[in-house]
């Protein structure tokens, strides 16, 4: 006899109880209903450039094209929805028809980046596939990849 016919066979409400017991713990695991802190929920810009990064590394293995423009970034939306929601609310810019590459001077040329990174610094896409965060001078530094 298994442990749990055991304890069923013992007193119908002391199974009931553990199963009531472990129902409310398993309810309680869940991190709580208390407010979030908008600083940690949901994702960030830098998460719609590693979406991008995931985007063109299919681009550089040949299973995806690059996108020219935000029509075509919008038909690969659902494949890369942080990505593109970034990209269409503005807070990350892509360079169109921009893809990874290697080479010497592929660690400063950027594909993507967040908005604000020119005036108040922010994460940049290089197009060696290095995510980074960069102060805006660091930024002026820095020149967009060409397509």
């Given at each position: 006899m298994t442990s749990v016919s055991a304890a069923r066979s013992r007193s119908p409400w002391s199974f009931a109880a553990l199963v009531t017991a472990m129902?409310?713990?398993?309810?309680?695991?869940?991190?709580?209903g208390g407010p979030k802190d908008p600083a940690t929920a949901g994702p960030k810009p830098n998460d719609g450039l590693q979406d991008l990064k995931t985007l063109l590394d299919a681009v550089k293995s040949g299973q995806q094209k690059a996108p020219k423009?935000?029509?075509?970034?919008?038909?690969i939306e659902p494949m890369f929805p942080a990505a593109g929601a970034f990209i269409q609310n503005g807070s990350i810019e892509y360079v169109w028809g921009t893809s990874l590459a290697s080479g010497p001077d592929a660690g400063k040329r950027m594909v993507g980046f967040e908005t604000k990174a020119a005036?108040?610094?922010?994460?940049?896409l290089l197009q060696d596939g290095t995510l980074r965060e960069v102060s805006a001078a660091e930024f002026g530094g820095l020149e967009k990849a060409k397509p």
């Amino acid at each position: 006899m298994t442990s749990v016919s055991a304890a069923r066979s013992r007193s119908p409400w002391s199974f009931a109880a553990l199963v009531t017991a472990m129902a409310i713990a398993a309810a309680g695991c869940g991190g709580g209903g208390g407010p979030k802190d908008p600083a940690t929920a949901g994702p960030k810009p830098n998460d719609g450039l590693q979406d991008l990064k995931t985007l063109l590394d299919a681009v550089k293995s040949g299973q995806q094209k690059a996108p020219k423009s935000a029509a075509e970034m919008a038909a690969i939306e659902p494949m890369f929805p942080a990505a593109g929601a970034f990209i269409q609310n503005g807070s990350i810019e892509y360079v169109w028809g921009t893809s990874l590459a290697s080479g010497p001077d592929a660690g400063k040329r950027m594909v993507g980046f967040e908005t604000k990174a020119a005036k108040e610094g922010g994460f940049v896409l290089l197009q060696d596939g290095t995510l980074r965060e960069v102060s805006a001078a660091e930024f002026g530094g820095l020149e967009k990849a060409k397509p």
